[in-house]
């Protein structure tokens, strides 16, 4: 009874702290929103869930299979990176030390931060869960309502994997080089493999392994009572949050009728979840901090002796370009900023520099994403480094905070972005084309802008990070109007840059106020 009373004791405490914050709250009113958006009115020119042009009449069946599959979509990811501090922050107010100084068993405190965020990852799906049934009437296409309908695929695709993410993300916390900014990079790519990979086979049965997320499940039984409508219907044109288009058709879903191994197999995720967590705990270090070794020692050594010479021979330079007191306070920011990179991440930087400089024009935006992922870790301390740092009481009253140290930093990440995409800067000028500049610049301006600002309003680096990565991939990547290496919307991302930084010095003043 008293490690029960000590894991109840320890989910309950967590849990209140998390749901105190103001970021709880905002979390709340964005996951309300959101909710609003996944059943659109017709007339809002998008969807969310389509089949061959096919969409289901909003009733309870139809917004119970809309929000099993794009609910934990959501929660799998973003949420991820929401619950992906409760080990962080009893290292950070030391907590942690009590804690480790207590009786309390490893599995014991795994498993109580583990039920923490799985609570707080329910919270937002149970929100979720009151949206639906509040859209169905809203939308007012379907008079009959059945509760069972959205509760059943809630209960049997959102839980169980909610479980997994909540799990997951106490694993990552577990493992040294993942609880940082490194592991938010693995995750996104880590969930985009495994959501391509799942939905390779969409509605054909797949092994419960390879179906997480629970989407398989929606998509077989949505698929069958289409194509007793529609034999003709083509299962390769489903789309999942389709901007831009409207249902061609619409047809009514009846239901889902879960089968005794649907059922099972998604129970068998709170299994995996437990095992996950058990993983964690035999991981867990209980805030031992790691030895200095006599080779890290010896490496450090290296390091500086490398950094002191490149400071010599670079001096000159440096004391032309920075001149003045701002000059020296940006100069600081900067070094600020790239301190205790490795000089491998230079080589690599410097890799990525020369194959700008020789891609072609249709390659310069995969190449320009590829030098600016690279520093983004960097970036995410832009606007956070005060509160993580705890030197806020030092940074503060200095003389004009906000218009000589905020304003330095956000230079120092522009003259960054401006370093690593030189290549794409030389080769645009070289080839006299304008445009290929104006996008350098737009960029270069644009995503040091966005860190600042989700510095600035969230105090953390993880807002920044999940907010730059879909960006990047979406843009970049896939060359699409989010691509902010493009002269062609460099106009939309300059007028974007205006306003996020408006919006960060208006964060920073508000914390100098109650600071």
């Known amino acids: 009874m008293s490690r029960l009373w000590a894991i109840y004791s320890l989910t309950r405490a967590d849990l209140l702290e998390r749901t105190r914050r103001y970021q709880y709250v905002a979390t709340i009113a964005v996951t309300l929103l959101i909710g609003t958006l996944l059943v659109p009115a017709k007339s809002a020119g998008y969807e969310t869930f389509l089949i ?25 990811l973003f949420a991820f990176y929401n619950v992906k501090s409760a080990v962080e922050r009893d290292r950070t107010t030391r907590v942690g030390e009590i804690l480790a100084a207590t009786p309390l068993a490893r599995f014991d405190y795994a498993l109580g931060k583990a039920l923490s965020n799985f609570l707080v990852l329910g919270s937002m799906a149970a929100i979720l869960f009151v949206v639906a049934i509040v859209m169905q009437f809203v939308r007012g296409e379907s008079a009959g309502f059945d509760f069972g309908q959205i509760a059943a695929p809630f209960a049997l695709v959102v839980l169980p994997t909610i479980a997994m993410v909540a799990a997951i993300a106490l694993l990552f916390e577990m493992i040294p080089w993942l609880r940082g900014g490194l592991g938010n990079v693995v995750y996104f790519f880590l969930w985009t493999w495994y959501l391509v990979w799942s939905f390779q086979s969409e509605a054909r049965h797949v092994p419960w392994w390879r179906d997480m997320l629970g989407g398989n499940l929606v998509m077989r039984q949505v698929w069958a009572a289409l194509l007793r409508i529609d034999p003709r219907a083509k299962l390769n044109s489903v789309e999942i949050g389709a901007g831009g288009e409207s249902a061609r058709h619409l047809f009514t879903f009846h239901g889902f009728a879960f089968s005794g191994s649907d059922v099972a197999e998604r129970l068998v995720w709170f299994a995996v979840a437990l095992g996950v967590v058990a993983v964690a705990a035999l991981l867990f270090d209980r805030f031992a901090k790691p030895a200095r070794t006599a080779e890290n020692t010896k490496r450090n050594a290296v390091v500086v002796r490398w950094q002191s010479a490149v400071a010599r021979l670079s001096s000159p330079l440096v004391d032309a370009l920075f001149i003045g007191d701002f000059g020296a306070i940006v100069l600081a920011e900067l070094r600020l900023l790239v301190r205790g990179l490795s000089f491998w991440w230079y080589v690599v930087a410097a890799g990525l520099w020369i194959f700008q400089l020789f ?32 030197t806020e009481q030092f940074i503060y009253p200095t003389l004009h905070p906000i218009r000589r140290q905020f304003v330095a930093q956000w230079l120092a990440g522009v003259l960054l972005a401006l370093a690593t995409a030189g290549g794409s800067f030389v080769h645009w000028a070289a080839a006299g084309n304008l445009g290929g500049i104006e996008g350098i610049l737009a960029g270069a301006i644009f995503v040091p802008t966005l860190a600042i600002a989700c510095g600035a309003l969230s105090g953390t680096t993880r807002l920044f990070e999940i907010a730059y990565l879909v960006l990047w991939y979406l843009g970049p990547m896939n060359r699409t109007s989010f691509d902010f290496t493009q002269g062609a919307y460099a106009p939309e991302f300059a007028a974007a840059s205006v306003m996020l930084f408006a919006m960060a010095v208006g964060a920073r003043k508000l914390r100098l106020l109650y600071a």
Not at 53 to 76: D, H, P, V
Not at 365 to 386: C, D, K, N, Y
């Open 52 to 76: 061959d042009g096919y969409r289901g009449i909003y009733n309870s069946a139809w917004i119970g299979a809309t929000f099993a599959i794009l609910a934990t979509m959501m929660l799998s």
């Open 359 to 390: 891609a072609d024009a249709k390659a310069q935006s995969i190449a320009v994403g590829l030098a600016w992922i690279w520093p983004m870790l960097v970036w995410s301390q832009l606007g956070t480094r005060e509160a993580v740092c705890a």
